[in-house]
């Protein structure tokens, strides 16, 4: 069964750290993996896709890793800030799905604080 | 920028009612979605359409049904809203993947729908 597993479920850091979240998948064959943030009460926004031959990618202080052999991916924030404070939700697409071949991944509740 | 805009940002029906959620987005994308979300179970697919008046169902289609009569709409129905259906309701859209074009998701602004 396709899963997507999200560590930690929840997390609070101080303004101006850094952090690490985890997204770990068993999603067979593997298309790509997304990353989305989502702010309280709004809809997701992407923030990175990476394919299998793609193991970094950079949006601004985010810095997204795939490792496809262990089937791990992390989103790295940088010098966070209050306005990083957000849900964020790994997505992977298996390949040969259609339009629904994603599977979700429930989200890291990330609460920066002044 | 691409837009997916909802027609609510906020309801509130009763039991039995007949509820209708509009998701219109301008970016000419062939593939649409609905999904709900609820705290602790993440987003779940309930139908999507790859096509006008084509639809798919999603992972849990029971109790909504959808209609696509024009490319860049596309309406989630609950023909008898229960309870059970308070959740917060989020529209997408997004091209097929080809050519090029990636099929990143464009998400609305979410409805939070109350039955009371």
């Known amino acids: 069964k396709n899963q997507v597993e999200q560590s930690p479920q929840s997390l609070i850091i101080l303004e101006g750290k850094n952090c690490t979240l985890q997204c770990n998948y068993t999603v067979s064959p593997f298309s790509n993996l997304r990353w989305y943030k989502q702010d309280t009460g709004r809809g997701p926004v992407s923030l990175t896709i990476m394919t299998f031959s793609e193991n970094t990618k950079s949006n601004g202080r985010y810095t997204a890793t795939l490792d496809a052999d262990t089937k791990q991916s992390s989103l790295h924030i940088t010098a966070s800030q209050l306005s990083d404070s957000a849900s964020y939700i790994c997505?992977?697409?298996?390949?040969?799905?259609?339009?629904?071949?994603?599977?979700f991944g429930k989200g890291t509740h990330l609460i920066i604080q002044p | 920028d691409v837009k997916v805009t909802q027609s609510s940002r906020y309801l509130v029906k009763r039991t039995g009612e007949k509820v209708f959620l509009e998701c219109v987005q301008d970016m000419d994308h062939e593939n649409m979605f609905w999904y709900r979300q609820d705290p602790g179970l993440g987003l779940r697919l309930i139908y999507f359409?790859?096509?006008?008046?084509?639809?798919e169902k999603g992972d849990i289609p029971e109790g909504y049904s959808v209609s696509r009569e024009k490319k860049e709409r596309f309406s989630l129905i609950l023909e008898s809203a229960s309870t059970n259906q308070t959740s917060m309701y989020l529209c997408?859209?997004?091209?097929?993947?080809?050519?090029?074009?990636?099929?990143?998701?464009?998400f609305g602004p979410g409805t939070r729908l109350t039955v009371l």
């Open positions: 997505v992977v697409k298996h390949s040969g799905g259609g339009a629904d071949g994603l599977t």
């Open positions: 997408a859209s997004s091209f097929h993947l080809q050519g090029g074009k990636t099929d990143t998701q464009y």
């Open positions: 359409s790859y096509d006008v008046k084509m639809k």
